[in-house]
T-cell receptor, first 112, second 112 residues
Framework: GENVEQHPSTLSVQEGDSAVIKCTYS??????FPWYKQELGKGPQLIID?????GEKKDQRIAVTLNKTAKHFSLHITETQPEDSAVYFC???????????FGQGTTLQVKP | KAGVTQTPRYLIKTRGQQVTLSCSPI?????VSWYQQTPGQGLQFLFE???????NKGNFPGRFSGRQFSNSRSEMNVSTLELGDSALYLC???????????FGPGTRLLVL
């Protein structure tokens, strides 16, 4: 079945630096890749998503890139702020299914 | 628009009991998915409902069941609770199977 690997598991950056989180998926038929941010005591919040017909998508300080050949996608956060500190999850889904397969999560700490 | 709501937010049960969790999707959304989140296994898909029909099911034992009502509200039930069922149970709603999923705050279940 589909599997998603996420790295790193923890990431610590200084405020203002960039952060990059990478995910690899196993099923080449996967066609939708959302990223979620989860703060303590809350449910995952969608921050950006990308579909397989697009190579890159940007939303202010957040961008996602997709390499279908290599089967990996990445989240880029620029000019990080302390409020970016949270757990980030990547996910993938197949066109035949609505279920999200999640990576293991990355705990991002932004130091002021 | 109001977001996904889940009740109750916290629950303590003992082994052998059963529990029912409730989810109200975003208005107009007809698809509801359930996920279990634990520190060891991460976020795992339980099942998905659309128009009162279960469309997908994850790899969980038959003790886990769900249903969806005509107003799209959904419930999940866990019978004969085990210690390992302690987790955050998340509900997500979307307008369709291949659409973006929006998560609720979750129900934290503790089994003693």
């Amino acid at each position: 079945g589909e599997n998603v690997e996420q790295h790193p598991s923890t990431l610590s950056v200084q405020e203002g630096d960039s952060a990059v989180i990478k995910c690899t998926y196993s099923d080449s038929a996967s066609n939708y890749f959302p990223w979620y941010k989860q703060e303590l005591g809350k449910g995952p919040q969608l921050i950006i998503d990308i579909r397989s017909n697009v190579g890159e998508k940007k939303d202010q300080r957040i961008a996602v890139t997709l390499n279908k050949t290599a089967k990996h996608f990445s989240l880029h956060i620029t000019e990080t702020q302390p409020e970016d500190s949270a757990v980030y999850f990547c996910a993938a889904t197949l066109p035949t299914s609505g279920k999200l397969i999640f990576g293991q999560g990355t705990t991002l700490q932004v130091k002021p | 628009k109001a977001g996904v709501t889940q009740t109750p937010r916290y629950l303590i049960k003992t082994r052998g009991q059963q529990v029912t969790l409730s989810c109200s999707p975003i208005s107009g959304h007809r698809s509801v998915s359930w996920y279990q989140q634990t520190p060891g296994q991460g976020l795992q898909f339980l099942f998905e409902y659309f128009s009162e029909t279960q469309r997908n099911k994850g790899n969980f034992p038959g003790r886990f069941s769900g249903r969806q009502f005509s107003n799209s509200r959904s419930e999940m039930n866990v019978s004969t609770l085990e210690l390992g069922d302690s987790a955050l149970y998340l509900c997500a709603s979307s307008s369709g199977q291949k659409e973006t999923q929006y998560f609720g705050p979750g129900t934290r279940l503790l089994v003693l």
